[in-house]
C-alpha cells in the first residue's frame, strides 16, 4: 500500500505519545492474578452489584469529563476528544486506550444525482480530498487514512493493500484530469467548470454553465458535529480548488435523513460501522443494485459489481465468501460510490482506582458501547464481589423495545438484559455460544421430507437447559419460536431477514430448527444474528402489534447477566446482577462452575490482566505509522 505520511501525523503522534507514555508511567502494570475465560470466551459475570447507565449528552461532554476526573463516574462510552486528554492521562487513577476501531467516516454520494451520477467526477472529488488533513482537523490525527470499504481491523476482509491507487493526499493534477476526461472543462474562462456535454471542447447548445443549479453541490454534515464538518470542508475546499462549486450546508440529523430517503441530495456525511459478523454482508446491502440500502442511501449501479456480489453471496464457503468481497470491494474503490476518510479510533478512558478488568475487543475498543462484555469482566480491585459500576452513556433511549432499537446507545444497554443464540469471539470475531451451546446447517429441498419443505437451509439450534428468566421463568425452545415467528418480523430494523425464515420447529425443548428459503454463507448470520431473544410468557401479555408494544419497566425481563431495575428517561438505567445467571459467578470465583447441557466449557484459567495495561510508547506510535498495513449498526453522528 501507499506510505503512510508521518510528517503530517505530527498531532497524532504527539497525543497518543503522551497518551501511552503518561499510562505507562502513572499506571503500572499489575500483578494481581485474575480470571479470564478460556479460549472459548465463555463469559463469567457479572462481579458487579449494579450497573448504572448515566446520560451525558453529546452538549454535556465538560461535565462528562469532570465527573470522570472527580471519581463519580467510572468509564465513558464514546471517543476522548483531543482536548481533554492531557488532563485524563496525567490523571494516576484514570487509563486512556487506544485502538483501531471498526467504523470509519465517509461521505455517501447520491449516484443517481448529476454530476454525482458520473464516476470520473466521483473519483475527481476523492482525488481533491486530503484525507490526512481531514483526519487532523475531525479526530485529532488518531485515526488512520482509508480507501477501503471495509476497515483495517477486519484483517481478513480489507483491501487497502491490494489497491493500486491511493486517494490519501491531495492529488488536484489527478483530480482535474479525471475531471477533464469526463466532460467537466471551464469553457468560458472564468475559472469554473462547465459541464461540456458534447464532449467538443467548445462551448454548445446543450452545455451545463457553472452557475446552473445542477452544478451547485451541497455537502451536509450533521448539524454542529465537528468531524463530520472538517471531512465535508475538507472536501468543499479541494473541489473550489477544482474550479467546482461546493457549499458546506449543516443539517440537523432528521432532515438530513428524510432528505436522503427522497433522494435530495448530493453528499451527506456520517460514520459508518461494519457488521462484527461477516463484514462484507454490509457490501450486499449496501452495494448491490435494488436492494433498499443502496437505493436509500447511494442509489448506485453497476451491473459488474452485482454480478460479483451476486456470486458473494450465493458462495458457500468463508474462503469463496473472502475472494468474491476482495473483488468487489476492489470494484467499488474504483468506482467510489462514496468516499472513505479515515478508519476512526477508540480513545476510551476509565478510572482504575476501584475497578479493574477492562480489556478490549477488537474494533470496539475497552469501553465502547458495542463491547458487550465489559460489565461482564468489571470487577472490585479487591477482589470481592460487589460495587456500583457508573458508565456514562451519551444518548438517552428512544425506546426500551429491544426490537425498535436505531441507536448503537440502545443497544449498549440491552445486551445486558437480553441475549441471542450466539455471540462473537471479543479478539477473533468467530461465533461463540450465546443462548444455544451449539448449531449446524443443513441445505434442503423442496418435495423430500415434508411437503412445505422449500429449496434453502436449515439452521439447528441445541440450547442450554438451565436458563431462566428474571422472573424465575424457565426459558424454553418456545420462547426462540416465538421471538422468531412473531415478535421480530414486525421490526422495523430485521424486516428483510425475517422474511427469509418461512417455518420454525420445535422438535423438544431445548432445540430450535429455522427453515430459511435461501442459501449462501451469508444467510445463517443475517437471520439470526443481534436477534433479542424475548420471553413468551411477558411479550403476550403486552400488544399485537409490536411496533407500539414497550415494555414497562416490570416488562423488561430477559435471561441475560443483568436485571432492569430502574429507568428515568433522559437521566439513567440502573441494572442489577442476575444471581441466576447460568454462569454462576459464585462458583466462579471458586473455580467450579454448574453447567447444563453442553460443552464442558466453563472452566477459568489464569492470567495477569488486570487493570488491562496501556500500549508501550513505541508500540502505540507503531500502530499509528503502520496500521494502514493491517464494524451492527450506525450512530445519529
Not at 339 to 362: H, L, Q, W
Not at 393 to 418: A, F, K, N, P, R
Request: glycine share 8%; aromatic share 12%.
Amino acid at each position: 500500500m501507499g506510505k503512510i505520511k508521518i510528517l503530517t501525523l505530527g498531532t497524532a503522534l504527539a497525543v497518543m505519545a503522551l497518551v501511552c507514555f503518561s499510562t505507562a508511567v502513572a499506571t503500572p502494570m499489575s500483578s494481581a492474578s485474575a480470571l479470564i475465560w478460556t479460549s472459548d470466551f465463555t463469559p463469567h459475570g457479572a462481579y458487579i452489584d449494579e450497573m448504572v447507565f448515566t446520560v451525558f449528552t453529546t452538549s454535556e461532554i465538560p461535565q462528562a469529563m469532570l465527573a470522570i476526573q472527580a471519581g463519580e463516574q467510572d468509564a465513558y462510552d464514546e471517543r476522548v476528544l483531543a482536548s481533554y486528554l492531557p488532563n485524563l492521562v496525567n490523571d494516576p487513577d484514570i487509563d486512556v486506550k487506544y485502538s483501531l476501531g471498526s467504523s470509519y467516516r465517509v461521505l455517501v454520494l447520491n449516484s443517481q444525482k448529476f454530476p454525482i451520477n458520473i464516476t470520473g467526477f466521483r473519483r475527481a472529488m476523492a482525488f481533491g480530498m486530503d484525507k490526512y488533513r481531514v483526519n487532523t482537523e475531525a479526530i485529532g490525527g488518531a485515526g488512520v487514512p482509508l480507501d477501503s470499504y471495509v476497515p483495517l481491523v477486519a484483517t481478513e476482509w480489507t483491501v487497502e493493500d491490494q489497491l493500486t491507487t491511493h486517494f490519501y493526499d491531495k492529488d488536484i493534477v489527478s483530480a482535474n484530469a479525471s475531471l477533464e476526461a469526463s466532460g467537466f472543462r471551464d469553457l468560458d474562462g472564468d475559472g469554473y467548470r462547465e459541464y461540456d456535454a458534447d464532449d467538443s471542447g467548445d462551448w454548445s447548445a446543450g452545455d451545463l454553465d457553472d452557475d446552473d443549479p445542477m452544478m451547485q453541490v451541497e455537502l451536509w454534515p450533521t448539524l454542529e458535529y465537528g468531524p463530520a464538518i472538517a471531512a465535508t470542508s475538507v472536501t468543499a475546499a479541494g473541489m473550489l480548488e477544482m474550479g467546482l462549486h461546493a457549499t458546506v450546508v449543516e443539517k440537523d440529523w432528521n432532515t438530513l435523513v428524510n432528505a436522503i430517503e427522497q433522494g435530495d441530495h448530493w453528499v451527506a456525511c456520517w460514520t459508518e460501522n461494519i457488521p462484527i459478523v461477516n463484514p462484507t454482508k454490509v457490501l450486499y446491502d449496501y452495494y448491490r443494485t435494488g436492494t433498499p440500502e443502496n437505493v436509500l442511501y447511494y442509489r448506485f449501479s453497476n451491473a459488474s459489481i452485482d454480478a460479483v456480489l451476486d456470486q458473494m453471496s450465493a458462495a458457500t464457503t468463508p474462503e469463496d465468501v473472502k475472494t468474491y468481497a476482495r473483488q468487489a470491494t476492489l470494484m467499488l474503490a474504483y468506482e467510489q460510490p462514496l468516499i472513505v476518510c479515515y478508519n476512526d479510533a477508540n480513545i476510551n478512558t476509565y478510572r482504575t482506582d476501584k475497578f479493574e478488568g477492562f480489556f478490549e475487543f477488537s474494533g470496539l475498543g475497552y469501553t465502547n458501547g458495542g463491547n458487550p462484555y465489559v460489565a461482564s469482566k468489571v470487577r472490585l480491585k479487591s477482589g470481592e464481589l460487589g460495587g456500583v459500576f457508573k458508565y456514562i452513556l451519551s444518548e438517552t433511549l428512544d425506546t426500551t423495545s429491544c426490537i425498535l432499537t436505531s441507536t448503537g446507545y440502545e443497544d449498549t444497554v440491552m445486551q445486558y438484559v437480553y441475549e441471542t443464540l450466539w455471540n462473537i469471539d471479543p479478539n477473533t470475531w468467530d461465533p461463540i455460544p450465546g443462548l444455544a451451546y451449539d448449531w449446524s446447517i443443513d441445505d434442503t429441498s423442496a418435495g423430500v421430507g415434508e411437503a412445505w419443505v422449500q429449496d434453502g437451509q436449515k439452521f439447528t439450534f441445541n440450547l442450554y437447559d438451565n436458563v431462566t428468566w428474571h422472573d424465575g421463568t424457565a426459558f424454553t425452545s418456545e420462547d426462540v419460536k416465538y421471538s422468531f415467528d412473531t415478535v421480530w418480523p414486525q421490526s422495523p430494523q430485521r424486516t428483510s431477514e425475517m422474511d427469509d425464515i418461512y417455518r420454525v420447529e420445535t422438535p423438544d425443548a431445548y432445540t430450535v430448527e429455522l427453515y430459511v428459503n435461501k442459501t449462501g454463507y451469508f444467510e445463517w448470520a443475517a437471520t439470526t444474528d443481534g436477534v433479542y431473544i424475548v420471553p413468551k410468557h411477558i411479550w403476550t401479555a403486552g400488544e399485537a402489534d409490536f411496533t407500539t408494544f414497550i415494555p414497562n419497566n416490570n416488562q423488561m425481563v430477559g435471561t441475560g447477566p443483568f436485571m432492569w431495575n430502574e429507568y428515568t428517561p433522559g437521566e439513567y438505567i440502573s441494572m442489577l446482577r442476575y444471581d441466576d445467571w447460568r454462569w454462576d459467578i459464585r462458583e466462579t470465583m471458586d473455580d467450579t462452575t454448574t453447567d447444563g447441557t453442553g460443552p464442558d466449557d466453563t472452566t477459568t484459567t489464569e492470567d495477569d490482566d488486570g487493570g488491562a495495561p496501556g500500549f508501550g510508547l513505541f508500540a502505540a506510535i507503531a500502530v499509528i505509522i503502520t496500521s494502514g498495513a493491517v464494524f451492527s449498526r450506525r450512530r445519529r453522528k
